[in-house]
């Protein structure tokens, strides 16, 4: 169980253009969810809070109107990279939790989406 | 501000050999979570082992288990008979009780040698 999964999980685009990213929680709802930006051998970094219904919370220096949050259903959030530059390539991980799970603190992690931006 | 250091940017250990990975946070609060995801080459995060800080037990998980002590904020994490299969990144995150945020730290890059 706890299953997360992206979509999709290799991504090359023009400058420029904007890339729509999935999230999904396969077996169980998410009320929460969670994502991340990871650079090559470095942490996760935290970008954004997505709440079913409402808006997303972003973290101190993370462009809202540049990377879109929008979290539709309980088990479906997407993160949109609007007008994607060569700084935007890097590894995006979504992350969600189980709102009825027995462990709602515990955040279960997608595959991860490769974005390169030429 | 919480703040979590892993202090080992590199280990390794041979196959059937036992490591601890050490980790550490600051926080002023008392209700927390702890956690160790490891990361392998495939880059999925897979959960390891988590903490409560109000049990004092600490938390084991088949050949992982955790010195947890919560007066020196430490987290510990210990692999007995260490696999191929554990070769990865491992990340000891914090999580100040229903923020449900986690706060990663650095990684630690384990290579477990044949």
């Known amino acids: 169980g706890a299953v997360v999964s992206q979509h999709p999980s290799w991504v090359i685009c023009k400058s420029g253009t904007s890339v729509k990213i999935e999230c999904r929680s396969l077996?169980?709802?998410?009320?929460?969810m969670f994502w991340y930006r990871q650079f090559p051998k470095q942490s996760l970094m935290l970008m954004a809070t997505?709440?079913?219904?409402?808006?997303?919370?972003?973290e101190q220096g993370v462009e809202k109107d540049k990377f879109l949050i929008n979290h539709a259903s309980l088990t479906l959030s997407t993160l949109t990279v609007t007008s994607a530059h060569p700084e935007d390539s890097s590894f995006y991980i979504c992350?969600?939790?189980?709102?009825?799970?027995?462990?709602?603190?515990?955040?279960?992690f997608g595959p991860g989406t490769r974005l390169l931006v030429l | 501000a919480q703040t979590v250091t892993q202090s080992q940017p590199e280990m390794s250990v041979q196959e059937a050999e036992t490591v601890t990975l050490s980790c550490t946070y600051d926080t002023s609060e008392n209700n927390y979570y702890l956690f160790w995801y490891k990361q392998p080459p495939s880059r999925q995060m897979i959960l390891v082992i988590r903490?409560?800080?109000?049990?004092?037990q600490n938390a084991t998980e088949n050949r992982f288990s955790v010195n947890f002590q919560k007066a020196a904020k430490s987290f510990s994490l210990k692999i007995s008979d260490s696999q191929l299969g554990d070769t990865a990144m491992y990340f000891c995150?914090?999580?100040?009780?229903?923020?449900?945020?986690?706060?990663f730290g650095t990684g630690t890059r384990l290579k477990v040698l044949a």
């Open positions: 903490q409560e800080a109000y049990k004092q």
């Open positions: 992350s969600a939790r189980d709102r009825l799970g027995s462990q709602v603190e515990t955040q279960y």
């Open positions: 997505s709440n079913e219904g409402s808006k997303a919370t972003y």
């Open positions: 077996d169980f709802q998410a009320t929460t």
């Open positions: 995150a914090f999580m100040r009780r229903r923020t449900y945020k986690y706060i």
